[in-house]
């Protein structure tokens, strides 16, 4: 390690903890991280280099004891309207919920003051949380898919944002788009949005599922996506009644994942959320495609979906992050799903003694680096390699007033593991910064509090 460049203007110095591709968790004991001033990673070393340096610059020394830096999470599959009622209705499975709940909700974001309200909420919660990056289901209504971009923009949330589409509605019956309307919005919605230029919120392709779209429309999709290079997400193979009536729906197609390959829908810049079901067939095909999988254990339990197995999704080197999925999921906290996905994968252990229960570390891996691997944004954001983004949690395990007590008298060695570990148990009161690409954007200044 050599010592920083001198040029670099901003510097933070403390313990910091990310996952690589080879490590699922790495601890930098005393390190100093430089960020340049487009809010890249300009340097990682060691701290002890700061008493070298005879130009005065900033840098935030945190107590060792009780603070660290992590990257900043990633959720890969959150529907933004649904924030609105997360943590009720959960009483129902997917499809009658859907119905019953959801489609009905999301009608109301034709509404652009409603969507204003909502939207404002749920990107200020997550940002909250922790999570830096969102990829963003909106609803089918394009002006208020535009202002979850703008808003996200505003507020300093990278983001993936989609207009969903829906031709196949008949179950829905306020809640309707044509196949004309819902390929040519996702036309409009794609123009408009690139045409703002904002810097870390992009669009994303967004057939709902296969249930809710013909094959004409998903075929439209496909070649919408593929021609401006941009991003897919929909759902797959979530419940086992949804996985049957997709087999009744395209009896031509060999599997679900069938169904979205032979439309040209997955791609490696595609995220499929559940796959709880998929079989090791459909998990090669992701495997060839470079498509991804969005694992959103606290959805699939609190609809009583399914279990997926995360070991084997990554014995076929899926690329696999998490994902809320409020409000299936009704928790907007990608620490809520690690702690979900290391439970989910504890159930599986429980059915099979010899099953190999995902770690710790694993999961850390899984909300950080493995999101943006799944969303394709791991050149610029998950760890702290030099040259991404400084995305970035600044973490106080003791903070006042949270919902943790440091024990006193650890191992030293232990106890920064424990420091770290103790993360399953925080919330966003132990989440006392959050910076994306460099700028601070929790706590939340005057301009975006209200
Ligand atoms: N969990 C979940 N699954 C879906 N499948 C299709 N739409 C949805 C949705 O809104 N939530
Ligand atoms: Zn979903």
Same mark, same amino acid.
């Given at each position: 390690l050599c010592a920083p460049p001198a040029e670099v203007p901003l510097f933070y110095r403390g313990t910091f903890v990310h996952s690589t591709p080879q490590t699922p968790l790495l601890i930098l004991e005393d390190a100093l991280l430089g960020v340049n001033t487009h809010g890249t990673i300009a340097f990682i070393g060691e701290g002890k280099h700061v008493k070298r340096l005879s130009q005065d610059f900033k840098f935030s020394l945190s107590d060792v004891k009780q603070m660290f830096f992590m990257p900043g999470m990633v959720d890969t599959h959150i529907h933004a309207p649904q924030y609105s009622y997360a943590g009720t209705a959960l009483d129902l499975p997917l499809l009658q919920w859907l119905n019953k709940y959801t489609f009905p909700v999301e009608a109301h974001f034709a509404d652009l003051k409603f969507a204003q309200q909502i939207y404002n909420q749920v990107v200020k919660r997550t940002l909250r949380n922790g999570t830096t990056t969102a990829c963003y289901f909106a609803t089918i209504h394009t002006d208020a898919s535009l202002l979850l971009g703008q808003i996200a923009n505003d507020l300093g949330q990278r983001a993936l944002v989609g207009k969903v589409c829906m031709d196949r509605n008949d179950s829905a019956k306020t809640y309707k788009e044509t196949s004309q309307e819902s390929q040519e919005e996702t036309l409009r919605f794609i123009k408009e949005l690139l045409e703002k230029k904002y810097p870390r919120v992009s669009p994303v392709v967004t057939p709902r599922f296969a249930l809710s779209c013909t094959e004409p429309l998903l075929g439209q999709l496909g070649a919408i996506a593929k021609n401006n290079n941009i991003h897919i997400q929909s759902h797959i193979s979530e419940t086992v009644d949804e996985v049957n009536v997709v087999k009744e729906l395209f009896p031509d197609s060999k599997s679900y994942t069938d169904v979205y390959n032979k439309h040209n829908l997955l791609t490696d810049k595609t995220v499929m959320a559940h796959g709880c079901y998929l079989s090791d067939e459909e998990l090669t095909l992701f495997r060839q495609t470079g498509a991804s999988l969005a694992h959103c254990p606290n959805s699939n339990v609190s609809l009583c979906s399914g279990l997926l197995d995360v070991r084997n999704v990554l014995k076929h080197k899926v690329k696999i992050g998490l994902g809320t999925d409020v409000a299936g999921g009704y928790s907007a906290s990608i620490l809520d799903a690690a702690r979900r996905a290391l439970e989910t994968s504890k159930v599986l252990t429980i059915q099979n003694p010899g099953y190999k229960t995902l770690t710790f570390e694993e999961v850390f891996r899984l909300a950080t680096l493995g999101g943006s691997q799944a969303l394709s944004l791991d050149k610029q954001t998950g760890n702290f390699e030099v040259g991404k983004d400084f995305d970035a949690l600044r973490v106080n395990v003791a903070a006042p007033g949270g919902p943790i007590d440091l024990i006193k008298d650890e191992h030293p060695k232990v106890g920064i593991w424990t420091l770290i570990i103790k993360i399953v148990n925080s @919330? @966003?009161?132990?989440?006392?910064e959050v910076f994306v690409a460099g700028k601070k954007v929790v706590p939340f200044t005057e301009k975006t509090q209200e």
């Amino acid at each position: 390690l050599c010592a920083p460049p001198a040029e670099v203007p901003l510097f933070y110095r403390g313990t910091f903890v990310h996952s690589t591709p080879q490590t699922p968790l790495l601890i930098l004991e005393d390190a100093l991280l430089g960020v340049n001033t487009h809010g890249t990673i300009a340097f990682i070393g060691e701290g002890k280099h700061v008493k070298r340096l005879s130009q005065d610059f900033k840098f935030s020394l945190s107590d060792v004891k009780q603070m660290f830096f992590m990257p900043g999470m990633v959720d890969t599959h959150i529907h933004a309207p649904q924030y609105s009622y997360a943590g009720t209705a959960l009483d129902l499975p997917l499809l009658q919920w859907l119905n019953k709940y959801t489609f009905p909700v999301e009608a109301h974001f034709a509404d652009l003051k409603f969507a204003q309200q909502i939207y404002n909420q749920v990107v200020k919660r997550t940002l909250r949380n922790g999570t830096t990056t969102a990829c963003y289901f909106a609803t089918i209504h394009t002006d208020a898919s535009l202002l979850l971009g703008q808003i996200a923009n505003d507020l300093g949330q990278r983001a993936l944002v989609g207009k969903v589409c829906m031709d196949r509605n008949d179950s829905a019956k306020t809640y309707k788009e044509t196949s004309q309307e819902s390929q040519e919005e996702t036309l409009r919605f794609i123009k408009e949005l690139l045409e703002k230029k904002y810097p870390r919120v992009s669009p994303v392709v967004t057939p709902r599922f296969a249930l809710s779209c013909t094959e004409p429309l998903l075929g439209q999709l496909g070649a919408i996506a593929k021609n401006n290079n941009i991003h897919i997400q929909s759902h797959i193979s979530e419940t086992v009644d949804e996985v049957n009536v997709v087999k009744e729906l395209f009896p031509d197609s060999k599997s679900y994942t069938d169904v979205y390959n032979k439309h040209n829908l997955l791609t490696d810049k595609t995220v499929m959320a559940h796959g709880c079901y998929l079989s090791d067939e459909e998990l090669t095909l992701f495997r060839q495609t470079g498509a991804s999988l969005a694992h959103c254990p606290n959805s699939n339990v609190s609809l009583c979906s399914g279990l997926l197995d995360v070991r084997n999704v990554l014995k076929h080197k899926v690329k696999i992050g998490l994902g809320t999925d409020v409000a299936g999921g009704y928790s907007a906290s990608i620490l809520d799903a690690a702690r979900r996905a290391l439970e989910t994968s504890k159930v599986l252990t429980i059915q099979n003694p010899g099953y190999k229960t995902l770690t710790f570390e694993e999961v850390f891996r899984l909300a950080t680096l493995g999101g943006s691997q799944a969303l394709s944004l791991d050149k610029q954001t998950g760890n702290f390699e030099v040259g991404k983004d400084f995305d970035a949690l600044r973490v106080n395990v003791a903070a006042p007033g949270g919902p943790i007590d440091l024990i006193k008298d650890e191992h030293p060695k232990v106890g920064i593991w424990t420091l770290i570990i103790k993360i399953v148990n925080s @919330d @966003d009161r132990n989440i006392v910064e959050v910076f994306v690409a460099g700028k601070k954007v929790v706590p939340f200044t005057e301009k975006t509090q209200e």
